[in-house]
């Protein structure tokens, strides 16, 4: 990427950051609707609660994953299970800049769970270590973590202890990695890199021409 | 001692005689069979007509959406996930633009939603006219078939007349739908919008829908073949259906009167007035039902839609490089199949740091070893066909 | 010189050639007018246009079209097939359906051979092509032929004895099992049996439906379920014998539901010597009509599960065909 269009690419990321936290910040002095719920859940619980972008995140310890998820569904009603899967924090980048962030070496867990009577769904997370990414198995709480389970295990080569049958689920038997990882690379962007952000689609109003990238074309005259 | 277990099972379930010998044999159905819906696989154990231990493969068309994504930037991202259920390609872009929309802290136009509102309603009523039309096809009765795929052929040319693709429309765009403008500096800049006429047309093909699945009604739900076939098959209760994070048609037909254009606000559904249909048994034949009724209230929401469509812009005020602000959200839709999510990660890049795509195939059709555990095998059918999925969707 | 031919026919070897011939051109033309009907048909019932352009016209040549392809096609027999069996099933299927057209009356006397069991000979033959579909199902080596092949067998037994109480009941208001002796026995009465024995011609229908396995009771392919059955493996030409068969198979059972209930070659008020001219073409009408409505249940219901066929026929068919002798019984006594 040269520099000029980079600068102005910048410029545009940081208005927009802009625009959101100021939106925030307005919004700051009012609690989100939704604290007072996953500030119940997360008592219930025993973690911490928050309300990020309309949904409710609570992270819990690693140790207490199966009984906060217990208590989920058993006290809070959240009875439908959503999904299981990961994050790897690693913070390694294919796309764009790099992050500013240091690695982080950890994986985030995630469940989500939620009801089915008022549409309540809470994004439960714990973090585990890298090296050895390894917790109880949800599968007695929640039947349908089965699949998901297995789906993290492949892909995250994170451990579910006393799942019944933590085999390959999408991959081959023979097939070695963590795909999901962000440390395992994608080979076909090793061989040929994607064209990716030098070939970014034009959106409306901004000509694709690289000189006018900066000029105050971006707003949409019609709007 | 597990023979034994399986004979005491056998001689409870199918009251043969002690003195028949009968040998197992495991049946492996799929993963190309004509009716797994691509490429499934199902491998039971069966004891002359009953399965027992039916085991699901997947991964067959596993494309790992879940890590191209982290190398493609937002918008082109869209070009991948109409592909995860392709009967209902474009349903599957909205939960995606809105979560980035969250996090972009993006107000969409009106128009716009009104108009990816419609879009999806025709989505839907497109997938749900091609699982009512192939189901009784897996039960063996051909002709249904030819009377709602002529209406879903309808509404797929207006989604083509609209989006440029039948199946993969890639209409939906950060902050609106797609662009107002032609691209590119030597393209003539042409206002676009929706093609002349397209409203009334709409509407003359939601009268046709109505009129097909009221054919279907009495060429099906009249047929005492059909009713034998599927009712009290398959029956699906709703705590496990929920344990297993089944939702959508499926968990309604069980009868949980729960529809997330009910309670979530990715879309204006709340503008509108429909009913959520239930079943009550839960079993193939209410599955079926719900979603000829589900036909019924998304023509009610796209002609409601038609009356009140605003004017105004398509598209909101974006940057011509989206860097999405960092933040996590998770944004569900009501997909055609059931709940369809996205879990955005960004780190204030051009494209997600993690994208995890809930597909409602997945969960769907996880449940497959419980509810097929000691059935017949033309019920193995019957249930897989109820439940509606599309391997894409499934596999992403 | 007409003489000469008529000597000649006299002849039994001359004459079982001549017949021989005739119904082995018989069964691909049959063959070919049922499979287009249900192609045009089907079309028909499903708002389509069905085959249109081979031969110029209405697409008429398409069976021939096809014929013409599947000898081309490769004959394919698995590895784990037993071979010589794998072989002899599609012929024993085929050589029943032929063997059936024997006693079935075209017109008064004109009749391969008029046995004096002629429906009991029938009923016999007819079976016999289900033995073929098992044989076919045991020797392809492949679970879903198996299954198919069993539920043949299945459907077999459960759906021969309502075949055959259903037909008792003209037997006995005919007193005689010849099949030509059954229609002369409906002209003498002057009415076909149809009108007393609607429940014997009902059950009959849904027997004969069931023994050429077509849906509703096409269990043994089930293409949805079974890939398609006992069929699965074969290929061309000897899955054109399976194919020939079951429109051949159709043809036959109605024309012998046509001659016991229907009054087979004859209709009231046609005086007896314009009989042996039309008697050919009003069986024929009479039969097309009834492969007619096979056709369309074909298109128009989906198939039953394997254990709700087997109570339909033990629960309601058979009681019911018994119910009907013991009426039928009571009538001929009394009346």
Redesign the interface.
Known sequence: MTSSPSEAVNGEAEAADAGTDADTETAAPEPHPLQGYADDVATAVGGEGAVVFDTVKVEVDSGDWVSALTTARDEMGLISFSWLSATDWSSEVEVGDPYPEAVEDRIELLATVADISEGRRVTFSTTLTKDSPTISSLVGVYAGANWHEREAHEMFGIDFEGHPNLAHLYLPDSFVGNPLRKSFPLLTREVKPWPGTVDVEAMPGGGDDEETADAPSEENPEA | MVVDRDLVRHLSESSVSVELQTEE?T??IGPQ???THGVLRLVAR?D??RAFDVQPVIGYMHRGYEKLSEVRTYPQITTLINRIDWVAGYANEIPFVVAAEKLLGLEVPERAQYIRLILTEMARISSHLIFMASY????????P???AL?ERERVLDLLEGVTGGRFHPNFNRIGGVKPAYGSGSSTRKVIQDLPAGFLAETREAMDRVLEAVEELELLVAD?E??L??TKGIGVLPVDVAASYGVSGPNLRASGVPFDLRKVEDYLPYHLFDFEIPTGENGDCWDRWYVRLLEIRQSVRIIQQAIDGIPSGPLQAKVPKIIKVPKGETYVRAENPKGEMGYYLVSNGNQGPYRLKIRSASFSNISILPWILEGV??????AIM?SLDFVLGDVDR | MSTFISDLFANFWVSLAGKVLLVALMIPLVGMVIGYAEMKL?AK????VGPYFAGGRWGWAQLIADGVKFFQKEDLIPEEADRPVFKIAPVLVLISTVALLVVIPFGPGIIFRDLSVGIFYALAISSLSTVGILIAGWSSGN?YSL?GG?RAAGQLIAYELPLVLAVVGSVMMAGTMSMGGIVEAQIEAGYPYVIIQFIGFGIFMIAALAELSR??F??PI??????MGYLTEYSGFRFLFFFLAEFANMFSLSAIAATLFLGGYWLPGIPEDVLAYAGPVILLAKTFLLVFAMIWFR??????????LQSLAWKWLIPLALANIIITGALKVYL
């Open positions: 044999m049946l492996n069979h004509p009716s069966v002359g007509e009784p096809l897996e039960l063996g009765a051909a002709t078939l030819f009377f002529r047929n073949i059909i034998a076939r017949l095998v033309p019920d193995i059918i066909g | 089907s019932m499903q708002a389509r679970k299954m069993l849906i509703p096409d269990m089930a293409e949805s379920e079974l890939v298109w128009t219901f989906p198939r039953f599960r394997e254990d709700q």
